[in-house]
């Protein structure tokens, strides 16, 4: 018994050393390097037309649910309809065939960007991101128009009431963000409790140039954190900016790479997810960028012979899927006043080397799970194995290897 007692003593001095040394401000946490993402596996979707659409041509935003053990993704870029997959296994392996495939999707596709209680009078025709919002079933959907030639936009946001019956939610909207529309209606990502009294909320949206008219857009990735309970109570939807951009202040002025010398962000450049990683001061973007090597041209021919209809990088295989790693610090300084939103630069940038890329090289999309740290991301147009026209992307998941005290609770209810 003495013995069992002696045990129990040095069990409750150690998890209270632990705390101790564990329970320290999130400005004190240490910065995630891109070699904490580890590879866990990927699985594939059909190709099939499931109601409104197909995941051909999907440009791949997601939301991987939780309670559900599902994901819901944008199809078809023409149709922009959500439908709801199952997970199914997870397949260590970078060679396609090998991959688990996605059975039937849960719910079918769905279209919103016309269903919205009033319209969509700006003639939104592209989801920039998606969530579930915590503890509720509505689903908050970001929008932008893809070519908005004046630049007068102010929409972003609708809201669909029941994710669990995407058939028949009630559909309200369009809101608007604070901030922009070329600033805000891109991805959606939960900040980590130790830092939503320290930023100022529990969600963050943000967007990037990389899109057509890039005067309306970041010209590199922002960050503006809000709460949902505002969508609809407040308009615009008010929001913290964190870190943002502009054609006038971008994220490198070299946006051509005329220098040779720009290995941070072009013309080419785009951030498809953003999302403040639970255990670090790091706010993870992702997306794909180009140019690096070889420039930026406008409307010429690629080395290859093909003809550009907009920016491109004169080597045809000069791009690549890109991560852009920021300290949660200097945007915590953009808040309190002591830097401005374009003085931030990442503290590490480069190519994000995937098993999958794509005929286009881009990542559609992402979404984190803070439970598991698994991190669901889309590579556009990878699966070429369903048919000559078939496209779908394929989904990715990487485990963030950051070890968070969150991981010892259960030992500490026992």
């Known amino acids: 018994m003495k013995t069992l007692r002696l045990f129990a003593l040095l069990c409750t001095l150690s998890l209270g050393l632990f705390w101790t040394t564990t329970a320290q401000s999130p400005t004190d946490l240490s910065l995630l ?106 689903m908050l959907v970001n929008a932008y128009e893809y070519y908005d030639a004046p630049g007068d936009n102010t929409d972003t946001t609708l809201v669909i009431g029941d994710a669990a019956d995407l058939a028949g939610a009630q559909v309200e909207g369009f809101f608007a963000f604070e901030g922009g529309a070329g600033h805000t209606s891109g991805w959606i990502s939960p900040v980590p409790p130790a830092w939503q009294s320290i930023l100022g909320g529990p969600y963050i949206t943000g967007a990037s140039s990389g899109i057509p008219i890039i005067s309306r857009t970041s010209v590199g990735p922002s960050a503006f954190v809000f709460d949902p309970a505002d969508v609809g109570a407040s308009s615009p939807i008010s929001t913290t900016k964190l870190l943002d951009f502009s054609l006038a202040h971008p994220l490198h002025e070299d946006l051509s790479n005329d220098s040779r010398e720009n290995s941070l962000w072009t013309h080419l450049s785009r951030v498809t997810y953003g999302v403040i990683v639970p255990g670090t001061r790091t706010y993870l973007t992702l997306g794909y960028s180009g140019g690096h090597e070889s420039g930026v041209c406008y409307k010429c021919t690629q080395d290859n012979g093909n003809e550009c209809g907009g920016y491109c990088a004169p080597q045809a295989d000069d791009y690549y899927h890109f991560y852009w790693l920021w300290d949660v610090n200097d945007l915590v300084a953009v808040k309190n006043g002591e830097k401005q939103a374009y003085e931030v630069q990442p503290y590490a940038s480069g190519e994000f080397v995937t098993p999958f890329v794509g005929s286009e090289r881009q990542l559609g999309g992402a979404s984190f799970d803070p439970a598991t740290g698994r991190l669901y991301i889309t590579a556009q147009k990878a699966d070429r194995e369903q048919g000559e026209y078939a496209n779908p992307p394929v989904v990715m998941v990487y485990k963030i290897g950051v070890e968070r005290h969150e991981t010892f609770l259960p030992f500490l209810e026992r």
């Open 33 to 138: 390097t891109i070699d904490d993402l580890r590879y866990e596996g990927a699985f594939r979707l059909p190709a099939d037309e499931f109601g409104l659409s197909s995941m051909n041509y999907s440009e791949g935003p997601l939301f991987y649910h939780p309670d559900r053990e599902s994901i819901f993704i944008v199809g078809h870029a023409h149709q922009q309809a959500i439908a709801e997959f199952a997970v199914p296994e997870i397949v260590d392996s970078t060679v396609i065939t090998d991959l688990a495939m996605a059975a039937a999707p849960v719910q079918n596709f769905a279209a919103f960007l016309d269903s919205a209680q009033g319209d969509n009078p700006q003639l939104l025709d592209r989801i920039g991101g998606l969530a579930v919002i915590s503890g509720t079933t509505q």
